[in-house]
């Protein structure tokens, strides 16, 4: 009798276990490669038996009466039964509920919206890299919580520029960083480049990374390293120089690139995103590299000619742990104007060791000042045409609204040293406009569920009806704002205030009419650039004559006295200080006032150099930088 009930235990032990492994874990979104308006991609991974591969769904969330089926595949080790399933067939800019698995192991309900009819609505979507941990477990501890800040921003989708566990062949860091992602993996899709921590030395479906991530499929290696998506009136391309990344391979991507850019021709944005920065700033000491140099597996030779072809608006990296914007460059040279040239950005700040501001035995280090500075004690990193650099943990929240795409760079609570809110705040904003013409058949908006998650950080640019109205092509292509609300909900609104000097469409840009200087405002595009762009990246700003340090002193003190017309308070100014020309100018023209945390300026503009630690700080902070270099 014993013997039976221990029998009976077991086998019931056994049937408990085995339904608990079979449940649906990490749940993820990606983004179609062509059809987001009416599709969408949705994975999930079990163990066991590989037997339920179904999504309930629809537009209430008492009411998934829809259901499709997919496939399932057996990944690396612990990572178990790959579930994916395409739906098709939805309704563009909807919001959909739906759960996962099946055969009584359902996942929570959770929601996504689909994409806009191409140029019919706003696209929001996040731009960050590297949230990696610095050690071994995979996933930084801080990505959480970003990760929870860009859901909450209610963006459809993050790009991301690559480094996302620490040690790509290490399938438990992969594992951990499933497990980290999957509160917020199911309503925001995650669109990666591979970094080169992120790869296990295969490369194609074998990848650990591959095997994760259900992303479009190129034809050209006939794998996932790289893809391009639509998405609205965008298109994006992930390039991959962690694989594929010898001479021919770099030449083969650069030609598909070339050719998909060419398929996509009728987008209004066209983005391109990978791990190694074209363009970076950087110290090299001969015996020790501070930082990850530009170029550095070569594929400028091969990359920046397609970029330059097909003008692309704005390639995204990652490597270097912080932030730089540059002016628009063309064939490795600034340019005056969007119009002429693509805007690179390194966005390697959300979750590894940053180059933020450290204390050792008493000194104030500033890695940023170092790297991103010129002419310090013979030491110069900034690169040509290096704008604005920043230390802070961050993502980069891009609305793109017709013609007008405006990105407001967001400090994060987690920073190096701890996680507070007061961390929270607006780097830069950095508008771009240029002639749009609304498509004629957009019919009826979106529609479908209640504001939940998806909805939550909304902004008030996301929902105007306007996103078709044509800009007036004649006003500036490119702004700059210094804007440094310090609360992420409110961040939006203060970004677009700053910024109403440069909407292209003031009938129709909701915020212009709150803001009270436009007429006043002078041109930003004159704006006192000439203080550290000496390499005449905006050209126009040469015409202000004026001596570029005096310049740079009148900007810095005006921004220090303004009221705050806009949010009728004092900010933080993130950035610490000026964060650059062009943010002088900014501030100067909008009246926002700026408290600087100690540690003054620590943009790229080097005008006061490094502040009175030296060389010992220089050769403490080499110190440092070696310790924290784990790269390869
Ligand atoms: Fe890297």
Same mark, same amino acid.
């Given at each position: ?67 499709? $089926? ?82 909450? $921003? ?124 074209? !363009? ?21 030779? !091969? ?15 990652? !490597? ?35 180059? /933020? ?141 700053? /910024? ?133």
């Amino acid at each position: 009798m014993v013997s039976r009930i221990s029998l009976l235990a077991a086998m019931v032990a056994s049937a408990v276990a085995a339904s608990a492994v079979a449940a649906p874990r990490w749940v993820r979104l990606a983004v179609p490669a062509e059809t987001p308006e009416s599709a969408e991609v949705i994975s999930w991974n079990t163990d066991g038996t590989p037997d339920a591969n179904t999504v309930e769904y629809g537009i209430a969330q008492n009411a998934l009466d829809k259901s499709a $089926s997919g496939k399932s595949f057996t990944a690396k080790g612990k990572l178990g039964i790959v579930h994916e399933v395409t739906l098709t067939g939805l309704q563009p800019d909807t919001k959909y509920f739906y759960r996962v698995g099946g055969a009584g192991d359902w996942s929570s309900v959770r929601s996504f919206r689909t994409a806009p009819k191409a140029g019919c609505g706003p696209v929001k979507f996040i731009a960050s890299g590297d949230h990696r941990s610095d050690d071994s477990a995979g996933p930084n501890p801080k990505w959480a919580s970003i990760l929870g800040e860009m859901h909450a $921003s209610g963006a459809q989708f993050i790009i991301e520029t690559g480094d996302l566990v620490k040690d790509g062949d290490d399938i438990n860091q992969w594992y951990n960083h499933m497990e980290m992602a999957q509160a917020k993996s199911g309503e925001i899709a995650l669109m990666p480049s591979f970094g080169n921590h992120d790869t296990d030395n295969v490369k194609g479906a074998t990848a650990a990374y591959n095997q994760i991530w259900s992303l479009p499929h190129n034809d050209a290696a006939n794998n996932e390293d790289f893809y391009c998506f639509s998405y609205g009136h965008a298109v994006f391309c992930a390039l991959s120089t962690a694989t594929h990344n010898d001479a021919a391979g770099l030449a083969m991507q650069a030609k598909w690139l070339d050719k998909e850019l060419t398929k996509h021709a009728d987008k209004t944005w066209k983005f391109v995103f990978f791990h190694h920065p074209v !363009h970076t700033s950087y110290i090299d000491l001969k015996f020790l590299d501070l930082n990850h140099p530009p170029n550095e597996v070569k594929q400028n030779e !091969h990359f920046v000619p397609v970029f330059d072809k097909h003008h692309v608006d704005v390639v995204f990296a990652g !490597h270097n742990h912080f932030y730089e914007r540059f002016a628009p460059m063309k064939g490795g040279a600034p340019v005056g104007s969007p119009k002429d040239g693509t805007v690179y950005i390194t966005t390697g700040g959300a979750g590894a060791f940053t180059y /933020d501001e450290i204390d050792v035995l008493g000194f104030k280090i500033e890695p940023m000042k170092v790297i991103c500075a010129e002419g310090i004690l013979g030491m110069s990193g900034k690169a040509k045409g290096s704008q604005v650099c920043s230390g802070k943990h961050h993502f980069i929240e891009v609305d793109l609204n017709g013609g007008e795409f405006k990105a407001i760079v967001r400090s994060t609570a987690a920073q190096n040293f701890g996680t507070a809110d007061k961390n929270k705040g607006v780097i830069e904003t950095v508008t771009l406009s240029k002639a749009f013409a609304a498509p004629q058949n957009c019919g009826t908006s979106g529609s479908g569920g209640d504001a939940g998650a998806t909805d939550a950080g909304s902004t008030a640019d996301a929902g105007t009806a306007d996103a078709g109205s044509a800009p007036d092509a004649s006003t500036s292509d490119l702004q700059v704002a210094d804007a440094t609300a310090p609360d992420t909900a409110a961040a939006p609104d203060t970004a677009s205030a700053l /910024d109403a000097p440069t909407a292209p469409d003031t009938a129709t840009t909701p915020d212009t009419a709150t803001t009270p200087d436009t007429a006043t405002t002078p041109d930003t595009a004159t704006a006192p650039d000439t203080a550290t762009a000496p390499d005449a990246a905006l050209a126009p700003d040469v015409a202000t004559g004026q001596d570029a340090d005096a310049v740079a002193a009148d900007a810095d003190t005006a921004a220090g006295t303004q009221p705050d017309t806009k949010t009728g308070g004092t900010v933080q100014d993130l950035s610490g200080g000026n964060l650059g020309p062009l943010d002088a100018g900014g501030g100067t023209s909008t009246g926002t006032a700026t408290s600087k945390p100690a540690g003054g300026d620590s943009g790229c503009s080097g005008r006061r150099g490094v502040s009175n630690t030296g060389w010992f700080a220089a050769l403490v902070l080499a110190g440092w930088i070696a310790r924290r270099r784990v790269s390869a």
